[in-house]
């Protein structure tokens, strides 16, 4: 039993190495580790800060009425999956020494692939932000837009951002560089190696796990009801003990058919446009809107509509001010359009703190498991990772597992989206 664990122990640090190093999305994102007692306790949900958003009073002497009360905004974190890799040698396979290795690679990479899936997966269907170009995806122009859309609203320079391209799109980005004669070197390996680099602000990287969004369905959406604006709030305070608000999503009743939406839907309201995050310019674009569910005529959406209130004098007026995004709240009857026309693959892009990994334990220890775990390894970013197995004595066979346990949070939907192409309105 000691000579096995040892085996494994080897084996499965080897492929911890290639792991941390192959998995984009848990170097990219932001990651938090929940502790055992405290995810057993809370069903495995955290609540943590949302980055503040401050405004100014000019003058040297600020009033009484602007001295008010700060909103405190906070996030669900939540870990909701296993991932696991089940499988079972028979007493030949284990007369070849290398089969475990080559079994154990496989099932990293199948966990790892797991996680990639369920980052962008959760982007495509929760990220605010869209960039739809008319035609096919083809270079720097493109990635541009993206840039160009964060920086006019605010985004974090100062932070990574990402840009995870499905194979074709991030090919034509590295024809448009290989077609160049003056970047030192860059033309050359986007010609070699299809290799593209940081580009706009961005670290790229080519995948093969960025899914397809199929065009959204409804047409002839209208606002039913004016003025379906959002007051951020820190707690709902109407039951016996504060409880924390999620204000990542708001409600907004419609009129006309729209069971035809689905998750990741994105769409514009006529008259809102976006407000940049830190500065308030209206930016004279529309705000993108994202589907999260619907029921009946009402779409839950991100990220809400929040307006300045025009002079903060109350808790709830600074909160607005600090945190608006729109420059209006939508009018009756207000055109609702869906903008991702047409079904494509979709690339997606994210500040690297605005989207997390959140990892916790997946079991205790050997003693309270009889024994049964052979390894129970932490990535350094923070991925906890068992292999257990059970042998069966019949036939002389052995059922392994290998789990890992993570859940995934868009901490800000302003924050990241999807680009896609041939978007022919």
């Known amino acids: 039993m000691s000579s096995q664990a040892k085996i494994v122990t080897r ?3 080897e492929e911890l190495e290639k792991f941390e190093a192959d998995n984009i999305c848990l170097r990219q994102c932001m990651v938090k580790q929940m502790g055992g007692q405290t995810g057993h306790r809370s069903e495995f949900t955290e609540w943590h800060d949302a980055p503040p958003i401050a405004t100014v009073v000019t003058g040297s002497t600020p009033t009484i009425s602007n001295f008010n009360e700060i909103t405190h905004l906070a996030v669900p974190h939540k870990v909701t999956t296993y991932y696991t890799r089940p499988f079972k040698l028979n007493n030949n396979d284990t007369l070849d020494p290398s089969e475990l290795s080559r079994q154990m690679r496989a099932a990293m990479q199948a966990i790892d692939a797991g996680i990639n899936r369920a980052v962008v997966n959760k982007i495509v269907e929760e990220g605010g932000q869209f960039v739809g170009r008319t035609s096919a995806l083809s270079g720097f122009a ?3 837009a993206v840039d ?3 920086t006019s609203q605010d985004v974090s320079q100062e932070t990574g951002k990402t840009m995870i391209l499905n194979a074709s799109d991030y090919n034509s ?8 004669e003056t970047l030192n070197g860059r033309a050359e390996n986007a010609y070699d190696r299809a290799f593209v680099g940081q580009m706009a602000g961005f670290d790229t990287f080519k995948t093969s796990f960025t899914p397809s969004k199929t065009a959204a369905a409804p047409t002839g959406i209208t606002v039913n009801g004016a003025n379906q604006d959002y007051d951020p709030s820190a707690a709902d305070l109407s039951g016996n003990e504060p409880m924390n608000i999620d204000n990542r999503t708001a409600t907004l009743t419609v009129s006309g058919t729209i069971s035809g939406a689905v998750a990741g839907d994105k769409f514009t309201i006529a008259g809102v446009n976006a407000v940049s995050l830190v500065n308030k310019n209206d930016t004279g674009n529309l705000r993108t809107f994202t589907v999260t569910e619907f029921n009946g005529q009402d779409i839950t959406y991100s990220p809400p509509i929040i307006v300045d209130s025009g002079a ?16 209006a709240a939508p009018a009756n009857s207000a055109a609702v359009t869906f903008v991702n026309y ?7 892009f994210f500040e690297n703190e605005s989207v997390c990994i959140n990892t916790a334990p997946v079991v205790g220890t050997e003693e309270q498991l009889g024994g049964m775990i ?9 991925l906890n990772i068992i292999v257990a197995k059970q042998g069966a004595i ?4 052995t059922e392994w597992r290998v789990t890992a346990r993570a859940g995934v949070t868009v901490r800000d939907p302003i924050k990241c989206g999807i680009l896609m192409g041939a978007q022919t309105a």
Request: proline share 2%; glycine share 4%.
């Open 374 to 382: 052979l390894m129970n390894e932490t990535t350094e970013r923070g």
């Open 394 to 397: 019949s036939d002389l066979s």
């Open 173 to 180: 980005m590295a024809s448009d560089l290989a077609n160049r």
């Open 11 to 13: 084996v499965l640090g």
């Open 148 to 150: 160009t859309l964060l």
């Open 312 to 327: 903060p004098n109350s808790t709830v007026t600074q909160a607005r001010d600090d945190y608006a995004n729109c420059t």
């Open 142 to 144: 493109d990635i541009a």
């Open 342 to 348: 047409d079904t494509a693959l979709t690339n997606v």
